[in-house]
């Protein structure tokens, strides 16, 4: 299925990163800041930060996937930790 490349502005990146819009990694995104670049959506990290990736292989992809996916669970397993000391 065919979704268009999504326009990120200020508000719609405070969106996305709350949960309002619900983006799928790998899908499409332009960062308004960076006019003509499109970029793909990586994921939202458990800080709210909003990952993405401008170089467009498969492989540079692939390695922003697997950095996201780290950091989340580093985040997760911290987090874990944190709790079972307090």
């Not at 960076?34 to 170089?55: A, I, K, M």
């Not at 580093?74 to 709790?83: F, G, Y």
Request: aromatic share 10%.
């Amino acid at each position: 299925m065919y979704v268009p490349t999504v326009l990120v502005t200020e508000e719609v990146l405070h969106r996305i990163t709350i949960g309002d819009i619900v983006l799928t990694p790998g899908q499409w995104i332009q960062l308004a800041w960076l006019p003509g670049q499109r970029s793909r959506f990586v994921g939202v990290g458990p800080t709210g930060t909003f990952w993405g990736v401008h170089e467009h292989s498969r492989e540079a992809f692939k390695l922003a996937c697997d950095a996201f996916k780290r950091n989340v669970q580093r985040r997760q397993a911290r987090k874990l930790t944190t709790r079972d000391h307090a």
